[in-house]
């Protein structure tokens, strides 16, 4: 009887899985560096099997507004590509909010003359 070499095994991956790498994958393409009005998403599991967390990360100092019409964009993105796959009915999304600080332009400046 022979074995399988581990990582040969077949996998498939549940809904939850392969929408939030269809997510990933999708957010590449309107993720950019934080600048003065950004945000950067990105897609994780939840800790059931109708959730994902949409990880947020934006400069502290944006308008609470401007912050929550990403959230909406980033959930509406998910809801899109959900419905694609008629997934959207029992999907649930949840959104974890992380506030960075800018870096003082000296900061900056200096990280990149060293």
């Not at 993105?77 to 800018?102: G, H």
Request: no cysteine; aromatic share 12%; charged share 25%.
């Amino acid at each position: 009887m022979s074995e399988k070499i581990q990582g040969f095994e077949e996998y498939t991956p549940s809904r939850l899985e392969w929408l939030v790498v269809m997510l990933n994958s999708m957010v590449n393409y309107v993720n950019v560096t934080p600048g003065e009005s950004s945000a950067v998403y990105a897609y994780i599991l939840g800790r059931d099997r109708n959730t994902i967390v949409m990880h947020m990360k934006y400069f502290a100092d944006l308008p609470p507004e401007l912050v929550k019409g990403y959230e909406e964009n980033g959930k509406k993105l998910a809801m899109t590509i959900a419905k694609n796959y008629k997934w959207d009915s029992w999907l649930e999304i949840q959104t974890e909010f992380e506030p960075i600080e800018k870096q003082p332009e000296e900061d900056s400046k200096s990280e990149l003359n060293a």
